[in-house]
Every structure is written in structure tokens, then in C-alpha cells.
């Protein structure tokens, strides 16, 4: 079956990448900067942060134990026939050589699943640019599947974890309850949606999803904030910053904090240098006692649900208005989830992005 509504035979799962080794720490930087005008000495002191831990970025490793772990899931669903490729943004394996190894095996209708949960450019758009760059010659259909934030197993994944760090606190003042997720610049989110609907997608849904988290869990007071900012001092990115965020919570004598990276699905850089490192740190330097949330990544209600997804369009039906957006890299519309405009010359570097 060739037609719209044919099954779907592969699975692409599709993430930004980072480096295995010392050497393949500035190739992967390069990769994930060119064209912003970065200098050399900002790319420096990057390197640095991923040498601290050998040079090697956690996220090619946790990829593959979630890829592993849906395969254990989709056997057994009897999907055991669906082969899982993995693929990349910015480091190897890259998409385009990914979709060409499946083209090569015979696979022509590949339902591709994005690590990243948001709207926005990095979270969506980009990877619908990805998509159309691994586009091959042959007559290949390559569909998108939807953002997941609002699936209620991703958030009652995410609560899982949430619960499991309250717990460390049985005794004393209950501890305050802060929801993170990577800053982008406040022009980038403004795009990041309808017009009409105020902009803002990525925040709002960001939002939102801490929001419905503390309800599982029982916490009605909560915050969201941002991290691994970068980019011009000058240009306005979302905030508060996690570490202003804890010295704020200190200074008003909140002593106990629960930090949960809602915004991220494995612990890549972004959680374990600027959570589990810089606002770690800070946390001993305020006296306050810490406790980072899991990432839900590797949980099974997660893989689960990246299952369900699946399940919903490999066989040829599913909503095809809820993902959005179209097939083979088409976006919804022209001027939803742009890229930001960014300075020649910056003086800052985008970590690897808003996506998981």
C-alpha cells in the first residue's frame, strides 16, 4: 500500500545530538552554532563545560536506552516488525544519514518521533527543517509526530518523578516546588504560535504543564523559571533565571527546594551542568537543602506513551490535525515558530535547545 492512509513501516527517532568524545566536542558546537557569528572564545569556555564531564554529553547514550526501551514496549504491543532508526540535528548518527539507511532497507512511509515535547522553533519548526533536509530522492512520506506536552502520560510521567523527590522530605517544612525549562529569547516565543493567540506557544504550554504536574502531585503553590540562557546580554530572554530564582527563594527564607526540568526529557548538559552543577552549588553556597526531580525520559509510563503515539498513526489512521503540521517537513504556517533574528556577532552560544 502506497495511498495517504498506508501503513506506516519504520520509525525514525529524531534528537539533537552531542558529543562522544574529547574530540567531537567543538565539531558538535560548530555544528549547533554556525551561522550565529559565535567568537571562538565563547565556543572556548562550551568545551570547557563538556570536558568537565570527559567530553561526552549523556544524551547519545539516554537516546538509545529509550529506543531500546520502546522497542521492548512495541514488541510487545506486537509491533515487533517496526524497525526504530536513530538519527540527529547536530552530531552523528545525523538524520539524513539515518533516512538514508532506511530508504536503502526498502521503507517508504516513516512516522518520526522528535525528543522534544514544545512548540517554538528549536522544539518544533526545526525539527520539521531537519525533516525536509533528509528528504531523499526516493518517494518517501516522513511524518512528524506531535508535540506531547499536553498527553496526560507525559505530565503523569513527569509527576512520577516529582513524587518520588518530594518524598526525600517526609520530615520538616514542605519544600518549594520549581518547574525549569531551557530560556529562549522573548522575541523567539512571541513567534512561537498564533497571532491571534497572543504568540508565547512555548511558555504557555510550558506553563501550563507545570501546572497541571503540581496538581497531580498535590502543590498549589508552585514556579516556573528558565536556564541555560545565552546569547547578548542586550536582548531580553524569558526569566527569572533558576540560580536568580534561588537566591530570590533564599532571601524570602525558603530553605528546602524541589527543582524539576519539565522542559527536558533526559539529562543532557542542560541538567547536569547548569542543574546538577552551577544551581547545585549555588544551593550549598545558600544553604539550602536541593533535591534535582529524574527526568522522565527513560521511565516506562514515558516510553509507553511515545508507544501510544506510535500506535496511533502506524497503521495509517490518527487525527492528522492534532500534529499540526503537515508531512515532509510542512509547517502549519509561514510565520508560526520563526527563528529569531540574531546579531552578526554574539557573545553568547545556544546550548543544545529548548527540545529534549
Given at each position: 500500500?502506497?495511498?495517504?492512509?498506508?501503513?506506516?513501516?519504520?520509525?525514525?527517532?529524531?534528537?539533537?545530538?552531542?558529543?562522544?568524545?574529547?574530540?567531537?566536542?567543538?565539531?558538535?558546537?560548530?555544528?549547533?552554532?554556525?551561522?550565529?557569528?559565535?567568537?571562538?572564545?565563547?565556543?572556548?569556555?562550551?568545551?570547557?563545560?563538556?570536558?568537565?564531564?570527559?567530553?561526552?554529553?549523556?544524551?547519545?547514550?539516554?537516546?538509545?536506552?529509550?529506543?531500546?526501551?520502546?522497542?521492548?514496549?512495541?514488541?510487545?504491543?506486537?509491533?515487533?516488525?517496526?524497525?526504530?532508526?536513530?538519527?540527529?540535528?547536530?552530531?552523528?548518527?545525523?538524520?539524513?544519514?539515518?533516512?538514508?539507511?532506511?530508504?536503502?532497507?526498502?521503507?517508504?512511509?516513516?512516522?518520526?518521533?522528535?525528543?522534544?515535547?514544545?512548540?517554538?522553533?528549536?522544539?518544533c519548526r526545526q525539527y520539521h527543517e531537519d525533516i525536509e533536509k533528509a528528504l531523499d530522492s526516493a518517494p518517501v512520506v516522513l511524518r512528524k509526530l506531535p508535540q506531547f506536552c499536553e498527553e496526560p502520560e507525559f505530565r503523569g510521567a513527569v509527576a512520577d518523578s516529582?513524587?518520588?523527590?518530594?518524598?526525600?522530605?517526609?520530615?520538616?517544612?514542605?519544600?518549594?516546588?520549581?518547574?525549569?525549562?531551557?530560556?529562549?529569547?522573548?522575541?523567539?516565543?512571541?513567534?512561537?504560535?498564533?497571532?491571534?493567540?497572543?504568540?508565547?506557544?512555548?511558555?504557555?504550554?510550558?506553563?501550563?504543564?507545570?501546572?497541571?504536574?503540581?496538581?497531580?502531585?498535590?502543590?498549589?503553590?508552585?514556579?516556573?523559571?528558565?536556564?541555560?540562557?545565552?546569547?547578548?546580554?542586550?536582548?531580553?530572554?524569558?526569566?527569572?533565571?533558576?540560580?536568580?530564582?534561588?537566591?530570590?527563594?533564599?532571601?524570602?527564607?525558603?530553605?528546602?527546594?524541589?527543582?524539576?526540568?519539565?522542559?527536558?526529557?533526559?539529562?543532557?548538559?542542560?541538567?547536569?551542568?547548569?542543574?546538577?552543577?552551577?544551581?547545585?552549588?549555588?544551593?550549598?553556597?545558600?544553604?539550602?537543602?536541593y533535591v534535582r526531580v529524574a527526568t522522565a525520559g527513560t521511565s516506562q509510563r514515558f516510553v509507553a506513551m511515545v508507544a501510544d503515539l506510535i500506535e496511533r498513526y502506524v497503521d495509517g489512521g490518527g487525527d492528522v490535525a492534532a500534529m499540526?503540521?503537515?508531512?515532509?517537513?510542512?509547517?502549519?504556517?509561514?510565520?508560526?515558530?520563526?527563528?529569531?533574528?540574531?546579531?552578526?556577532?554574539?557573545?553568547?552560544?545556544?546550548?543544545?535547545?529548548?527540545?529534549?
Amino acid at each position: 500500500m502506497t495511498g495517504p492512509d498506508a501503513p506506516f513501516d519504520a520509525v525514525l527517532f529524531l534528537s539533537f545530538g552531542g558529543p562522544d568524545r574529547p574530540d567531537d566536542v567543538r565539531p558538535f558546537l560548530e555544528n549547533v552554532t554556525r551561522g550565529r557569528g559565535v567568537p571562538p572564545e565563547r565556543l572556548d569556555e562550551v568545551v570547557e563545560h563538556y570536558l568537565h564531564f570527559g567530553g561526552v554529553s549523556p544524551i547519545n547514550r539516554l537516546n538509545l536506552d529509550m529506543i531500546e526501551a520502546l522497542r521492548v514496549e512495541l514488541d510487545g504491543r506486537g509491533r515487533s516488525a517496526l524497525p526504530i532508526h536513530f538519527g540527529n540535528r547536530n552530531w552523528h548518527p545525523f538524520a539524513g544519514d539515518a533516512v538514508s539507511e532506511m530508504v536503502a532497507n526498502g521503507h517508504r512511509r516513516i512516522l518520526v518521533f522528535p525528543t522534544s515535547a514544545w512548540g517554538g522553533y528549536s522544539g518544533c519548526r526545526q525539527y520539521h527543517e531537519d525533516i525536509e533536509k533528509a528528504l531523499d530522492s526516493a518517494p518517501v512520506v516522513l511524518r512528524k509526530l506531535p508535540q506531547f506536552c499536553e498527553e496526560p502520560e507525559f505530565r503523569g510521567a513527569v509527576a512520577d518523578s516529582v513524587r518520588t523527590a518530594l518524598d526525600e522530605f517526609p520530615d520538616g517544612p514542605r519544600p518549594r516546588l520549581v518547574f525549569t525549562a531551557h530560556s529562549i529569547p522573548e522575541s523567539a516565543d512571541r513567534a512561537a504560535g498564533p497571532a491571534a493567540d497572543g504568540g508565547r506557544l512555548y511558555s504557555r504550554q510550558v506553563a501550563d504543564a507545570s501546572a497541571a504536574v503540581a496538581g497531580l502531585v498535590g502543590v498549589d503553590e508552585f514556579d516556573v523559571v528558565w536556564q541555560s540562557r545565552s546569547g547578548p546580554p542586550q536582548i531580553p530572554w524569558l526569566a527569572p533565571d533558576i540560580c536568580d530564582h534561588l537566591r530570590e527563594l533564599s532571601a524570602d527564607g525558603v530553605s528546602r527546594v524541589v527543582v524539576c526540568p519539565i522542559g527536558f526529557i533526559s539529562d543532557h548538559l542542560e541538567v547536569v551542568w547548569d542543574l546538577d552543577t552551577e544551581a547545585a552549588d549555588l544551593a550549598v553556597e545558600l544553604g539550602m537543602e536541593y533535591v534535582r526531580v529524574a527526568t522522565a525520559g527513560t521511565s516506562q509510563r514515558f516510553v509507553a506513551m511515545v508507544a501510544d503515539l506510535i500506535e496511533r498513526y502506524v497503521d495509517g489512521g490518527g487525527d492528522v490535525a492534532a500534529m499540526g503540521c503537515g508531512d515532509n517537513g510542512s509547517i502549519c504556517r509561514p510565520d508560526c515558530c520563526v527563528p529569531v533574528r540574531r546579531p552578526v556577532r554574539s557573545t553568547g552560544v545556544s546550548s543544545p535547545s529548548a527540545s529534549g
